[in-house]
């Protein structure tokens, strides 16, 4: 049996094992915006053939869960969640909740609505 | 580190599950030092137990880190701690406390894009860390208030003097808190609520 040379040694969390799960791609080249916070939901439940971390997204994802959760409970960095994420999104596998826009920021309703729950703590 | 990816079972506990009503989120993003107490913060206000995300440098993160005398390719692992507060049905607010360098928020693509405002935990033992997140969060027009988490052998500073020092302007709120108090923490968030919502008045009367 021939031995893995210095430095050849497969390493779990390498980066090159991120690389193989989601086909060489980066987040930066991910086609969706996802924001940390974008609540992610799955449509159907996991099928056959599907990646074992894609399957793992939509078990995770039969109730709403933010984009960091997922990233948390998987132990996956964000930009890799992203890009598994996309190709879901693509194959309407799961939809996306996105965060309140920007561009409506600051809404009065919405940080009275924050103060409302803030205060109900 | 591990990437524990494969397993099937991990998810939230049944009771940190949110409803399907939930329809949108939005974050506040809490900057300060190592050991400020960023997290500490984040877990006494949140209702699910502070998880950590992850995020990877390799290579792609050249020309936004400072690489420079680092020759062989390497990756690094920052890690960010974050909380939830389900603020109704509908509305889920999520807190991430993050390093003040910035090489972090790059990092972090759109960590500060939509977030309502930051809160700026303050250590007045190591006030000088304080000036250039300070600093970055007006450049960037993200919103914030001051907190200044109490530490026992920390020098008492008042209010005024400590606005002074880290050169704020009269209307930007400082508050002292005690980042392990549930009601402490909660009430720096309201201070950062209540700015927000003056200056969307003053917005709204301009």
Known sequence: MTQPGPGQAWDEGGPERLYVITGGRSGSSAPTALDLVTLIVATSGPGPGMQPEQAAIVRLCQRPLSVAEISAYLGLPVSVVTVLLSDLLADQRVTSRPPVPPAKLPDIALIEAVIDGLQKL | MDFRSSEPTVGPRSEDVLPETATAAVKVVIVGGFGVG?????????????????????????????????????????????????????????????????????????????????????????????????????????????????????????????????????????????????????????????????????????
């Open chain 2, 38 to 206: 960023k997290t500490t913060l984040v877990g006494s206000v949140s209702e699910i137990r502070p998880l950590t995300t992850e995020e990877t440098m390799t290579q792609a993160g050249v020309g936004v880190d400072d690489t420079a005398g680092v020759e062989r390719k390497s990756t690094t692992t920052v890690a960010m701690d974050f909380g939830r507060i389900s603020i109704n049905d509908e509305l889920v607010l999520y807190l991430f406390g993050t390093p003040g360098q910035e090489r972090f928020w790059f990092l972090w693509r759109g960590l500060f894009e939509g977030a309502l405002g930051a809160v700026v935990l303050v250590d007045t033992r190591r006030l000088e860390v304080s000036f250039d997140v300070i600093g970055r969060l007006e450049e960037r027009g993200v919103p914030f208030v001051v907190a200044v988490n109490s530490f026992p052998d920390a020098p008492e500073h008042p209010i005024e003097e400590l606005r002074g020092a880290l050169d704020l302007p009269a209307s930007v709120p400082i508050v002292a808190c005690d980042a392990r108090s549930r009601a402490s923490s909660r009430d720096v968030l309201m201070a950062l609520m209540r700015y927000l919502q003056s200056l969307a008045a003053t917005t709204e009367a301009s």
